[in-house]
């Protein structure tokens, strides 16, 4: 079986030249090819120039409708009290959260609910606030809902008719448009399953200003805050059930003492049942139904002032106030705007505050920003200390960094914040956050702390770009830096602090693949997903990508990988490929994972001659199936591959048995297609069929094409150095130049005895002539038992064609 019938079957072909169906519109086509929609623009350029002058007059029509749309607002909310106002709003986003389990589910006009929801709660803290408890109608709500919704279509359609930076636009145009799209459209960063996790990482290294300032436990702030995550995820409808309960059992009462409670009763019944109510004997249990109801039905099922321990101050901090930072704008133009795109602090805060009650409408704030608005706060009260808070959350950063990937990969060594000698300076010590060796691969690890300024987090594309070279590009460059010392010499020696004690000294033969990561604290999964937009960004750069990824989307990862390490790192491998593809533009480091899992080497696109390529973010609805689950309580099967149970039984054996090259034997099998790995699962099958009938059989798998072969064998202690040889000659038969074999014990169950691999200088040529010998043996055998075809593989498991081996 060669590498074109065990790794290439089952990938994606490329398209017909044919599309199924083709709509035109203008300048342009959409063609759909199955489950592939290609977008071509067919203008000239005079069409296009003429286009882009339309465009740039749409978004100033639609930037003064904006303006003008936004002041009506205000003026909707200021009629109104604020708590009602959002007790009504959060009635928008309940059945939603009933009825799915993910974001990836909702509609359209769905996806606008959260961020309208929220969007609401901004403006209440800059329009004048209401006085009067006034309480909008059916008809007055839905105008200021439909009101909402129309701002959101305008800011969406202000962004696809803004001016680009260059024309035609460039990376950080494109990097500029998905922030402002993530900005209006998705809230959420983070898994709920993680909100503990995230509490914790961003909050533990503040723990002594926390408690100056706060009076509080970071660890009794977070059982604080899960309290009100609780509240939200049960006790809402816990309350319904609990109205529900005291009415039902009053009504069963009043129906047992002979009382008309039916809807269909006649009225002077209806009339005996209401005074009996009002009487001693009920009088108990319906104050208990009517107090549960008003919990219930009105907008104390929201009030969370007397659901937590918090303190009060801690509370305000994470609260907006009606009125508290009132701006008119009637042109949209100052600094920090009205628009859904504010990324003012009020526009994140996740609880409504009016007088000594605190309100939370399920904002998700809750989820995403409360740790960050407690650093905000910690560092606009202890500024003389920012710099100590600073280098204890980075050292923190980098630890959490070094658990999840030690959790993930079982290193062999891990060394933390380790010193090397300069290249680019000589004399100098320069550090390298982490350093990780599991088998054959060694990790160079930097992790970065820092987050974007405010400008950038707008959209600014200089500071954007600025911001991305402090962050991930610096990172790159650190950890290039790192692999070049590595690199330089056969030992490389790594020191402490201090540069006079060695840590570790490192052997770069000793290793096949150099994986370089960057992890940021800062949420960048947008950039990371295609980084290799960077390289535009900066062309000096290293076209050999690290893996970017953000602190929370690495605790995601490893939490679907744990207990798969080879298959983690075959997904690195996958992933560092796709980074290349300048053309495919995902946007989110979990996508990634998904698309692997459903498409494992995903990174071949379908279609050829394109400028952008993105597959649709419903890949990633079992994940986000996974997480939501979990969040339940429930315990879920983690996602993965689809593999055939043997194989999948001997990938494990090779994981468990901590032998070396048993990383480069598993990216061997998971590099396979579908086809291949069915394949590979019959002959695992026809293996033990042998085996069990007390032979010692062995499986070759040449992949010619990669100078590449493996070999699986129940060849004895005995028998294994002359099945070794055997090997070694199908290798030098077929060209390949490197061999891998792994003798498994002779069991029905997979136990890897050893993994040895074979290059061209392994054995002598007397060692290689008994082998050839052998081989010689088996096409002689073959070829009197039947004819061979000429363009199938040569008996001799070379991989080669019969009459490009032995049929010359």
Known sequence: MGKKSSRKKGRTKWIRPTPDEVVSRGPLSIARYGRSVLLSNQSTPEEHREFLRRAADANRRIHEELAEKVGNLQDLIHKYDAV??????????LPLFLKYRSENEFGPEESFSLPGVEYLQYLIARTEANTTGAEPTEEEWEAVW???????????????????????????????????????????????????????????????????????????????????????????????????????????RLREKGYAVDSDATEENMERTRQAVASPEFADAHTEAQEKARLTFTPAIFDITDLTSLPRSLLSTLSVRPGEAVLRDPTLT???????????????KPFLQVGDRFYSFYHSGFEDRIAEII??????????????????????????????????????FVFEQVYYPNPDRPGDLTELDIMLGVDDLLFLVEVKSGGLSGAASRG??????????????????????????????????????????????????????????????????????????????????????????????????????????????????????????????????????????KLNQYHELPIRGMDHMSFDPSYMKHIDFYFAARYAGESPRVPEQNLPPKMSGFLEALSTSRLPGRFEVASILFSMGQEGRDEFEANLVALEGRRSASRQPSLHLPFSSNSIGLSVTHASENNFNEELVRCAARMRQGGSTRWLVVQLKNQSTYLIRKIRIITPSTFSEAELSRGRSHIEQQVIHATSSRKIGRNEHCPCGSGRKYKACHGR
């Open 334 to 348: 100052k600094h920090d705007d009205l628009s859904p795109l504010s990324d003012s602090l009020w526009h994140f």
């Open 146 to 252: 439909s009101l909402t919704l129309d701002v959101l279509r305008l800011t969406q359609q202000y962004l696809f008719t803004r001016r680009t930076e260059a024309t035609p636009p460039s990376e950080i145009d494109d990097l500029r448009f998905h922030l402002d799209t993530a900005r209006l459209a998705i809230r959420v960063q983070r898994y709920p399953f993680f909100l503990r996790d995230y509490w914790k990482d961003s909050l533990f290294p503040y723990e002594p200003w926390i408690k100056k300032l706060y009076g509080i436990s970071v660890e009794d702030l977070m059982h604080g805050l899960q309290a009100l995550e609780e509240y939200q995820k049960t006790g809402v409808l816990g309350r319904y059930a609990d109205a529900m309960s005291a009415t039902n059992a009053l009504m069963e």
């Open 84 to 93: 009602l106002l959002l007790h009504r709003a959060a009635y928008v986003l």
């Open 460 to 597: 600014a594309p200089k500071s954007l770009a600025s911001d991305l070279s402090d962050l991930i590009i610096a990172g790159q460059r650190q950890s290039e830096r790192a692999e070049r010392y590595i690199k330089s010499q056969p030992e490389t020696v790594f020191y402490d602090e201090s540069g006079k004690n060695v840590v570790h000294r490192l052997r770069i033969a000793d290793y096949r693949r150099v994986f370089r990561v960057v992890v940021t604290r800062e949420f960048l999964g947008w950039v990371g997903a295609k980084i290799a937009v960077l390289s535009i960004l900066d062309p000096g750069l290293s076209k050999s990508f690290p893996w970017h990824i953000s602190i929370d989307d690495l605790r995601i990862v490893a939490e679907l990988f744990i207990g798969k390490d080879l298959q983690f790192v075959h997904f690195l491998e996958q992933r560092l490929q796709a980074s290349s593809e300048t053309v495919m533009s995902q946007h989110d480091e979990i996508e990634h994972v998904a698309l692997y899992q």
């Open 375 to 412: 650093e905000g706060d910690l560092l606009s009260k202890r500024a003389g200390d920012g710099t100590m808070m600073a280098k204890k959350h980075s050292d923190h950063i980098e630890k959490v960094s070094k658990e999840l990937l030690s959790s993930v990969l079982r290193p062999d």
